[in-house]
Structures are given as structure tokens and as C-alpha cells.
């Protein structure tokens, strides 16, 4: 029997559509306060569990950076944060369901005790991403097969599946309507002063205008720790800023060193991407079991989905324009201390194709690292690669540094001023901090793991 968890009922109120038969099947329990769930049988019995390996959530992972990484897997309106949020969720809250040492993020299910954890998110992982990636499936249901091949036969694993499944539906038709759908109507950019606009020199179409309308994960809301308004154009804070991404960020830049350079291409790719690739690597170094994986994976990805959630409400509030712009207009910004350059062009070449404030790289890590170091504390070293420079790897001492380089990254590459980078570390730390604080939290009579 299943119940669902309060911030369920939140969602829904927000989510509206959801009057759906199997919406309805699933609510049947709303009103019920919120408890540990209780064993199927015998509730006050312990059973005693053989430690089950946190590697499949790793290998679910993995398969989802392949799949965002294949060309034309990802839909194009659809922000890839969203989906791993929804992989991991419905992991976590099929592993907590036999686990019980946390609470369920939504969907409170009644499990038998002895079910199969690795066979509850294998499951769980291959719904959610068939319901995701149609167009995969076959690659995803290879791997399930692969996974769950190593789960014994037997009533705990059948367990496992039919929870796993029931789950990751549930949640899908949750977050069907989210609002992550909705069309957009055709950008107009201003044409003032400071008014983001398409960026030379091939003049994106503006994305994800509307993205911070989606329902939240975790946040109540999108613009719940919106950033203050950037500084005016005439302050000296904005004119540091621009003069020190004309200088460093410049694609003929004769001030930037032969490392930032390296860091203003290494961090070029989806920024998410390099997070689960770091959480992946330490998760397998500290042999993490299952339900911390799976609440790890969990925790970040929540984070990572509320923050691009954040990130674009702020971005479409306040457009300001890239520095490419900024630079070749400053003879327009009425601050005597900015040089226009109208040939200026960034290392990275082209600009990304949304306004400039904040910085999502920087958003981004700062909750990376702020959800990693609250279970591995920050001081932990690690290598990572990019797909952007073959051969070449970066290491670090800890969480907060690679984030700090990452966000720094986007100055370097001439995408983002450090207003940006410093308003995006905030914003991430204030959501990875809510999400840590409200969600996935020890159960009650339980100090967790």
C-alpha cells in the first residue's frame, strides 16, 4: 500500500493536471499524515540485510551522461537537470522504501523488508528512463538486463522489480505536468542599454526563456532565492567587472596564462555533467552502499534541477547582456570607465544562448560541492576529465575548489563577468542548502547512515 509524502500534495497543488486514474490510485492515501513507513511484515521486527553495493546507481548515472551526451537524445526544449533529478528520485525512493533509515523524497510505499534494494533502483532507473528516452530504449533495457543479472532470482528480487517500476511511474506521471513542456513564445530582446540580445557572432535563438516557471523539486518556488538586481552599468563594480572579462576572457587575450586558458576550455561542457562525473568518482572510492548512493545521486540532482530552475528565473528577470555585447556597446553604458571594442570576441567563440546573470556554471557547482561535502566532507582530492580537452585532467584537493575554478572557467572563456560568477556561487549554495535542509532527511526514530 502506498502513501504519498507531503511535499507531494504541494507539488500537486502546483502541478494541477494530475487528476489523472493513476494520479487518483496513487492519492488515495495523501491525507494521511506523513510517518516511517511500517514493514509489510511483522513491523516491529528487525531483519538483518546483507549491505548492498551503491555501483548501480553509478552505472545508471553513467548510462544517463552517455545518453545526454549522444546527439539528439536530449530533447531540445527539455533542461537535462530535470531528467537526472527524476532518475535519481525515483532510485532513491524505491532504495528508501526497503531501507527506511530516510525519509521517501514524494512516494511512500509500503515494500516487504527483504525485497532486493539493487533490484528496486535497477527497475526503478529503467521506467523512469524508458519513460524519458523512448527513442533508447533498447540501449536502456540492455543495461537492465546486465544489472539486474546479478541479482539472485527469487521473491526479493521480484519484490524489488514490481516496487522499482511502481515507483518510477508514479513519479513520471508526477512530473508530467511540470510545465517543462511549455512552448515558449518567440524571444524580443530590448535594444537599451544593458539588454541582453543574440550574441555575434552566429546569433543564437535565446533557450529556455521559460524555464523558471517549471514546478521545483525541492524550493517552493523559482524565485525563491532570486538574486538581487546586478549592479547598475555606471557603478564601478560593473566596470571591473567588464574590464576584467575584456581582459582575460578575450580570444586574443594577451594577459590570460597558459592555465587559464586551459581551465576557459576544460570546463566548457554541461556543467552537470562534470558534478555527477565527480560524485561518481568518490562514491566508488569510499565504497558507498546503496541507499547512500542512491541519496547522494539524489540530493545533488535535486539540487542541480532547482538551481537551473533558479538560475533561469533570475537570468529571464533581469536579462542582462553577455560580455561579448557589454564590450562592443560599452560606448553606450554611460560609465566612463569601460572601452568599447567592437571586434571583441570571446575564447570560446560563440556565447551561450541565454542572458548573462547569473552564471549557471558557477550555480551549479557551488551546490555540487556543498551537497558532496555534506556527505564526504570538503576535503577530498580527485582527478577529472573533459570530453573538450582529450588527454588532459585536472586535480584537486577539494569540492569547494573545483567549483571555485569551474565558475572562474566562464570568465577565462569570456562568457560571464565575475558578477555573475559570484551572484550564481550564492544562489547555488542557498538551494543545495534548502534541498539539504527539507529533503531526503533521516526518518524519524532513525540517525540514518
Known amino acids: ?8 500534495l504541494a507539488i500537486g497543488f502546483v502541478l494541477g493536471a494530475l487528476g489523472t486514474a493513476a494520479f487518483l490510485a496513487a492519492g488515495a492515501y495523501a491525507r494521511t499524515p506523513h510517518k516511517r513507513a511500517p514493514a509489510a511484515r511483522g513491523a516491529g521486527t528487525q531483519v538483518a540485510r546483507r549491505e548492498e553495493s551503491g555501483q548501480p546507481v553509478i552505472d545508471w548515472n553513467q548510462l544517463l551522461l552517455s545518453i545526454v551526451n549522444t546527439s539528439g537524445a536530449q530533447p531540445a526544449n527539455v533542461q537535462p537537470t530535470r531528467n537526472f533529478a527524476i532518475l535519481h528520485a525515483a532510485i532513491y525512493d524505491a532504495v ?14 509500503r515494500a516487504p523488508r527483504e525485497a532486493s534494494e539493487t533490484a528496486a533502483a535497477d527497475a526503478a532507473a529503467r521506467t523512469a528512463l ?4 523512448p527513442a533508447q530504449q533498447s540501449t536502456i533495457d540492455a543495461q537492465y538486463a546486465a544489472e539486474l543479472a546479478k541479482v539472485a532470482d527469487g521473491p526479493a528480487k521480484d519484490h ?14 508526477i512530473r508530467a505536468n511540470d510545465g517543462s513542456n511549455a512552448t515558449p513564445a518567440p524571444f524580443v530582446p530590448g535594444a537599451a542599454p544593458g539588454d541582453y540580445r543574440p550574441t555575434p557572432p552566429n546569433f543564437p535563438t535565446p533557450v529556455f526563456a521559460t524555464w523558471g516557471r517549471v514546478t521545483p523539486f525541492v524550493l517552493d518556488r523559482g524565485d525563491q532565492f532570486r538574486p538581487a538586481p546586478p549592479p547598475a552599468l555606471t557603478s564601478d563594480a560593473y566596470a571591473a567587472a567588464i ?19 586551459e581551465i576557459g576550455k576544460f570546463w566548457a561542457p554541461p556543467i552537470q555533467n562534470f558534478w555527477n562525473q565527480i560524485a561518481q568518482t568518490v562514491a566508488g572510492a569510499q565504497h558507498s552502499d546503496l541507499p547512500t548512493t542512491a541519496r547522494l545521486f539524489a540530493a545533488l540532482n ?24 557589454a564590450i562592443r556597446l560599452a560606448d553606450t553604458d554611460g560609465n566612463p570607465n ?20 547569473p552564471g549557471a556554471h558557477s ?17 577530498q582530492s580527485f582527478s577529472l576529465t573533459s570530453p573538450a580537452l582529450p588527454g588532459v585532467s585536472r586535480s584537486f584537493a577539494s569540492f569547494s575548489a573545483a567549483a571555485q575554478e569551474a565558475g572562474l572557467s566562464r570568465i577565462y572563456a569570456g562568457q560571464h563577468t565575475r558578477l555573475d560568477h559570484e551572484a550564481g556561487l550564492t544562489l547555488g549554495r542557498d538551494v543545495a542548502g534548502f534541498v539539504l535542509g527539507n529533503a531526503l532527511l533521516p526518518a524519524h526514530g532513525s540517525s540514518g547512515k
Do not use: C
Open 130 to 133: 524508458d519513460g524519458l528516452y
Open 363 to 379: 550555480t551549479i557547482s557551488a551546490a555540487g560541492a556543498d551537497v558532496l561535502a555534506s556527505f564526504y566532507g570538503n576535503r
Open 96 to 109: 528508501t522504501a526497503i531501507d527506511r533509515t530516510h525519509e521517501p523524497y514524494l512516494i511512500s510505499v
Open 302 to 325: 535535486l539540487s542541480f534541477a532547482d538551481s537551473a530552475i533558479a538560475f533561469y528565473d533570475a537570468k529571464y528577470t533581469y536579462q542582462l547582456w553577455r560580455p561579448v555585447t
Open 243 to 261: 574590464n576584467e572579462v575584456q581582459s582575460l576572457g578575450s580570444a586574443a587575450s594577451t594577459t590570460r596564462t597558459a592555465e587559464q586558458t
Open 160 to 173: 524489488g522489480i514490481g516496487l522499482g517500476d511502481e515507483v518510477a511511474a508514479d513519479l513520471l506521471a
Open 338 to 357: 569601460t572601452t568599447a571594442d567592437p571586434n571583441w570576441l570571446p575564447l570560446a567563440g560563440n556565447t551561450a544562448a541565454d542572458p548573462s546573470y
Open 1 to 8: 500500500m502506498k502513501r504519498l509524502s507531503p511535499r507531494l
